[in-house]
């Protein structure tokens, strides 16, 4: 039975904001060719691709669509302002000279454990708040090259994290199990556009370009389309999970 004036209530758009790390003048991390704001950029346009095309009820944000320069802070303000339901930033990962034979997927989620290899992403990807003028004004006094600003990751991101971790374990089984990636796991480091989202985020590292088989793998077309599929198919079974809960 119906009744006049009576209306069925609008369905919820799921919002996921893509942020394709660096651009711009920021080149991100190098392997011997490849630049990584090259290559997040492709894979994040292709993730964007699948969701638009395959799920009716999702909106996709992209924090840059082209080789634009963005800093951290807009990238998590325009995810806040969107009152997005994700948040994913999309990266490639290095490692120092010597160390080229390391290899694989990590994604990290906001977290204070920053011991030995995950304090230094942390660095690393924090480190692009330095290219800005008035980076000690806009980023509150942090300063990513000194252990005392992971003070200032406190409660924030605990709310959404028992979320993160889970989007984040379906994203590193995804790359396991269907895309053949060798996975690293899922990391916690105090990383600044995590802690400056209000809503599950992760952050995604596809890969070493340090790692010379890696970057060849990395700049494959092929290869990149298994690693959207696969972030696709991760926020797909993430949000079917959080429907069947509802």
Not at 84 to 93: G, K, T, V, Y
Not at 195 to 216: F, I, Q, R
Request: hydrophobic share 35%; no cysteine.
């Amino acid at each position: 039975m119906s009744f006049q004036g009576d209306s069925i209530p609008a369905k919820k758009t799921f919002k996921v904001v893509l942020d394709p790390g660096h651009g711009g003048k920021d080149w991100g991390t190098r392997g011997k060719y490849t630049k990584e704001k090259d290559i997040v950029l492709k894979v994040s346009l292709m993730v964007g691709k699948y969701l638009e095309e395959l799920l009716d009820d999702v909106e996709v944000i992209y924090t840059r669509k082209d080789d634009s320069y963005s800093h951290p802070k807009i990238d998590a303000n325009i995810a806040n302002e969107a009152e997005a339901d994700l948040f994913i930033s999309i990266h490639a990962n290095a490692m120092p000279k010597g160390n080229e034979h390391v290899r694989g997927t990590e994604t990290f989620v906001m977290g204070l454990k920053n011991t030995g290899r995950n304090f230094e992403v942390a660095k690393r990807e924090n480190s692009v708040i330095l290219l800005e003028e008035n980076y000690e004004e806009v980023y509150e006094g942090f300063d990513p090259t000194k252990p005392v600003s992971n003070i200032m990751f406190s409660i924030m991101q605990e709310a959404f994290q028992e979320n993160s971790i889970l989007l984040a374990q379906n994203i590193e089984d995804q790359f396991a199990k269907r895309a053949g990636r060798k996975s690293l796991g899922v990391k916690q480091s105090s990383l600044w556009v995590l802690w400056n989202t209000a809503m599950p985020s992760v952050l995604v590292e596809l890969g070493y370009l340090t790692n010379p088989k890696e970057e060849k793998e990395l700049n494959d077309p092929k290869v990149q389309d298994y690693l959207a599929s696969a972030i696709f198919r991760a926020i797909r079974d993430y949000k079917e999970f959080l429907d069947s809960t509802k």
